[in-house]
């Protein structure tokens, strides 16, 4: 017997999801709904069952979508997307290693639910312009224009400097050596003058900031003096992170975060850090991801 459809496009599913919500958590709901949906159906009728689940799933997400919005409106401090520990083969497929990156999934944020939903699956998954038609409820010609919008919204944000795996793991090692030695002198050579932390705390953790920090000094007095005024010592490790080299973040080896950087010329421009514990769930597990 041949295996179910929504099994062997598991993984696909959820990424769609994932990508869609940037919330693990909310991409499994989706899922859950979605496979109900499936089971109820003829699918002796579906002539393209990967299309027709692609579909299913985006509808979901685009509900749940709206329904995360206004809960979002109320959250504390900064909103970042959940973190997942994903393997370094994700990194080969250079575009989905992108998409799932959390500096990416922060660009869509500023998407509205249908530019989102037109954006991932055309710029991601590339489906045609028909197909996306039908998971989103609008003419191909709409879809058209909404994929052309979101797509010049998405590269004016986007970090432009394109890189390698190799490179970035260099430089988050550097980092990771400088926290875990409390090396002032050593953090302010890797960091940017100019770079900016964006910490998410969901209003739960005691000193994560609520707005960004900009500037390698600040940034270096946050961290170390952080770490004195609270009697903690952070213990950094290297880490995959959403398709790229980041780190996780222990105290007494106990789970307090991950963050994930974007890199130019050999520094760290903008760290990620996620320490909400709602959201550190699927960082002792690797996702599973396909396009």
Known sequence: MSEDPFVTHRNLLFTVAYEMLGSAADAEDVLQESW???SAVDQAQVREPRAYLVRIVTRQALNQLRTVSRRREDYVGEWLPEPLLTSPDVADDVELAESVSIAMLTVLETLGPAERAVFVLREVFDLPYDEIATAVDKTPAAVRQIAHRAKEHVAARRPRVVVDSAEQEAVVARFVAAVNSGDLQG???????????????????????????????????????GMEKFGVQLTATPAWVNGAPGARVEVDGALVGAMSVTVEHGRITRIYSVANPDKLARLDAEAELAR
């Not at 969901?202 to 994560?208: D, H, I, L, N, Y």
């Open 36 to 38: 109900l949906r499936w």
């Open 187 to 225: 953090l302010m050579d890797v960091l940017a003058p100019d770079v900016v932390s964006v910490a998410d705390g969901g209003g739960k953790v005691r000193g994560a900031a609520r707005r960004p920090i900009v500037g390698a000094a600040k940034l270096a007095a946050y961290i170390l003096g």
